[in-house]
């Protein structure tokens, strides 16, 4: 008898449970993340009464596969680049009311008795609202292209990297069992290293190599190239002691800065949906019902907190970081929810056994309720925040107001501004890329020399030259390179007191360059020797090869940035304009009223109060149109409005079709058909054009055979004679009723 491996019948049993649920809850229009939770209680072990999974490890590992995957595609849609456009709004929002709630979930667990762990990863937890979720639902409510929007997957961006942040610093925590701050220092300072080194040669190497690849890429070559980039870097981060969802989010925003990414997004959703469910499969598995009586009140404890406190510290954030009353609310009410990264660290508890064995259903269920209640509150966004401007005082609606306005206008940087943000990024940097030198030198390009070149002095003198070679572009852009050079050069001219100070940075950099090279050489010679080879090397090579090593710097930098803003460059937007307008992206919809029509006649400034900024085609860019510019299906529009003006131009756009209309004629009925024309035909006698074919059966005569020979795209003053055969598309049902 064939034995079937556990492993398939497990998967098999699961995938099935999945689909009965999903169908479900597709059905009566909930998140599809319940149901596969729920598929994964009803197949658990703690149903007796339902098969139930008998590998459950197996399941763990496709559990792992899937936050792999999971987080892979979160990195898609993350991009470094946008946390960096986002700006102070988003950030400050997000850390301040993660920072609250990270502190309302530790206290609520110290006041029902918890342990100081458990308190600490239910904050953790309670802290991190869901990507997923909150797109899912305004994709269905149709408001991605509302302003506030754009705040809240800022704020989202900000969230998933400091979620990746505190799957350190957490994990740290349980290793250790106590707050070091020593360690904890060090794996914050660990990950920022890491960071920076792997965005900086990702973003140099990869999509250098996808642009020599590209007529090799077909789907097929594409999925298993990104798959393959996802999984190594997951080894590498490994290996340097991160978890492998570290790794897989990072490969993801690697490749989100390149111009291939909405393809291999397109390419890996399949592998991320499908493994993805796996996942929530194994997260439904570990909740036992009983478990949930048991801890009822906990769990409405712990909603509670995450729908008011997310909209109170939310609210908070907005405001202190600028933005309207309106937009705060409305962001607010929209981020009241946890969801994948919640599961991951109560995951993360769970596995390393430092939390209770409560904590992980109490904050599933948390999540399937938030889940739950997400688009409703999205709703009720816009009456509550009419609601407190009927209750709040006229005094504190103005200073919000006046705050606002405020803030808004502060754009300006000072020369010191300028000079010291550009210095210390050129300085964390390429120390960063000095320091994996450095490393690489010691770890691999010594031992490698010393086994296979030269042995003793000879082979530690090679190493050493060959290890400045490498560092001698970063060297030089660290101490010795001119950086905003307007900001410095009005600072030495026309401030009287700033001379010192800036000889003092320029000292420092240099100091800074010896600093390294004397590390690398006292690995190899005592202090005195490495500290005057080090100061020998800087001013010899650095002076004199100064013009050599610019301008291979400058072709380094010249290719990392055409790297990085490639994805940009092919589609830039203007920035967030004032008051309450905002850009949106508006597709014509081939069914739409729009299409084939001028700008002028449209008149969608006249009747909608929008303007038309941009018209993409294709690969064809048209800002600015003029008011003969037509519009035609598939025409992606950047317009300009009000987000009440928006919505009202949003449906002309997508267009409706009219019922009475014969909008709805079913694509298999249209069929290639072959007839034969007797005397007694309707038709025979009579020419294709006078025959009415065309308008009895929605057709076309495409060819004709007569005594043997064959007529192609007959003319249409064509006599049917007897014996004909005719061949005619179109519709299955109508053809024959003409000819009978």
């Not at 667990?109 to 953790?124: A, E, V």
């Not at 291979?552 to 920035?575: C, G, H, I």
């Not at 002028?600 to 993409?616: H, P, T």
């Not at 299906?633 to 950047?638: A, E, F, H, L």
Request: glycine content about 8%; some cysteine.
């Amino acid at each position: 008898m064939i034995h079937l491996p556990d492993l398939i019948a497990d998967l098999g049993l699961i995938l099935a449970a999945a689909g009965f649920t999903t169908l479900v809850f597709k059905k009566i229009k909930q998140p599809l993340v319940l149901g596969y939770i729920l598929a994964g209680v009803l197949v658990g072990p703690y149903l007796d009464f339902l098969p139930t999974v008998s590998d459950s490890k197996s399941i763990e590992i496709w559990g792992e596969i899937g936050v792999i995957f999971l987080l892979f595609s979160l990195g898609l849609e993350f991009s470094f680049k946008k946390l960096v456009k986002v700006g102070g709004s988003a950030s400050i929002t997000a850390i301040v009311k993660v920072g609250f709630l990270i502190l309302a979930g530790y206290g609520i667990g110290k006041l029902m008795g918890w342990s100081d762990m458990d308190s600490l990863f239910l904050g953790g937890i309670l802290s991190i609202s869901s990507t997923m979720i909150t797109l899912k639902a305004f994709e269905e409510l149709g408001i991605k292209h509302k302003k506030f929007a754009g705040l809240v997957f800022g704020v989202l961006i900000v969230e998933d990297l400091v979620a990746i942040l505190l799957l350190v610093l957490f994990s740290t925590l349980a290793v250790s069992q106590q707050s070091a701050a020593n360690e904890m220092l060090f794996s914050i300072l660990k990950l920022g290293f890491f960071l920076v080194l792997w965005f900086l040669g990702g973003i140099f190497l990869i999509p250098t190599f996808l642009k020599v690849t590209k007529k090799l890429m077909n789907d097929e070559t594409m999925l298993v190239v990104s798959l393959a980039l996802c999984l190594v870097m997951v080894m590498v981060a490994v290996k340097v002691g991160f978890s492998p969802a570290l790794g897989a989010f990072i490969m993801g925003s690697i490749l989100a800065e390149t111009t291939q990414a909405e393809r291999i997004e397109h390419l890996t959703k399949s592998v991320k949906d499908l493994f993805s469910a796996v996942f929530f499969v194994s997260v439904g598995m570990l909740i036992d019902p009983q478990m949930l009586i048991k801890y009822a009140t906990p769990i409405i404890l712990v909603t509670l907190v995450i729908i008011i406190g997310k909209i109170v510290f939310t609210v908070l954030g907005a405001l202190l970081a600028g933005q309207p009353l309106k937009t705060s609310v409305q962001a607010g009410m929209s981020l009241a929810q946890i969801g994948e990264f919640s599961f991951i660290i109560a995951t993360l508890g769970a596995t390393l056994k430092v939390t209770s064995d409560f904590l992980y259903p109490i904050a599933v269920v948390a999540a399937a309720i938030t889940t739950f209640t997400t688009p409703y509150l999205i709703k009720l966004s816009e009456p509550f925040y009419n609601f407190l401007i009927k209750v709040l005082p006229k005094k504190w609606l103005d200073a919000i107001d006046r705050y606002s306005s405020g803030t808004q206008g502060i754009t300006t940087l000072s020369d010191w501004k300028v000079l010291l943000r550009a210095y210390i990024f050129n300085t964390i940097i390429h120390s960063v890329i000095i320091v994996a030198v450095i490393f690489l030198a010691l770890r691999y390009v010594h031992p490698f020399i010393t086994q296979n070149i030269a042995e003793g002095v000879n082979g530690t003198i090679i190493s050493i030259v060959v290890s400045l070679i490498l560092m001698s572009p970063f060297l030089w852009a660290l101490s010795i390179r001119r950086i905003q050079k307007v900001a410095y050069s009005h600072l030495w001219l026309n401030k009287k007191y700033t001379r010192g100070p800036l000889i003092s940075i320029e000292f420092f950099r240099i100091a800074l360059g010896v600093l390294f090279v004397g590390f690398l050489v006292y690995e190899f010679f005592d202090t005195l020797i490495a500290a005057g080879i080090a100061f020998s090397l800087i001013i010899v090579g650095m002076f004199i090869f100064s013009r050599r090593l610019q301008s291979f710097y400058d072709k380094l930098e010249k290719r990392f940035l055409l790297n990085l803003n490639a994805r940009e460059s092919k589609n830039t937007q203007p920035d967030i304009l004032p008051w309450d307008t905002h850009l949106a992206d508006l597709i014509v919809a081939p069914e739409s009223k729009l299409a084939g029509k001028t700008l002028v006649e449209l008149a969608v400034r006249e009747k909608y109060g929008v303007n038309i900024a941009l018209i993409e085609r294709g690969k064809i860019m048209i800002p600015t149109p003029g008011r003969d510019e037509q519009l035609f299906p598939n025409d992606k529009v950047m317009v300009i409005g009000t987000d009440d003006q928006l919505a009202a131009v949003k449906e002309l756009f997508e267009g409706s079709m009219d019922e009475n209309t014969e909008s709805s004629f079913p694509r298999e009925d249209m069929a290639l058909q072959k007839v034969v024309i007797s005397s007694s035909s309707p038709v025979y006698g009579q020419s294709i054009r006078t025959s009415g074919i065309r308008e009895a059966t929605q057709g076309l005569v495409v060819g004709i055979e007569r005594k043997g020979q064959r007529i192609l795209n007959p003319d249409s003053n064509l006599i049917f004679e007897n014996g004909d055969i005719v061949w005619i598309v179109g519709n299955n049902k109508k053809v024959p009723n003409l000819f009978t």
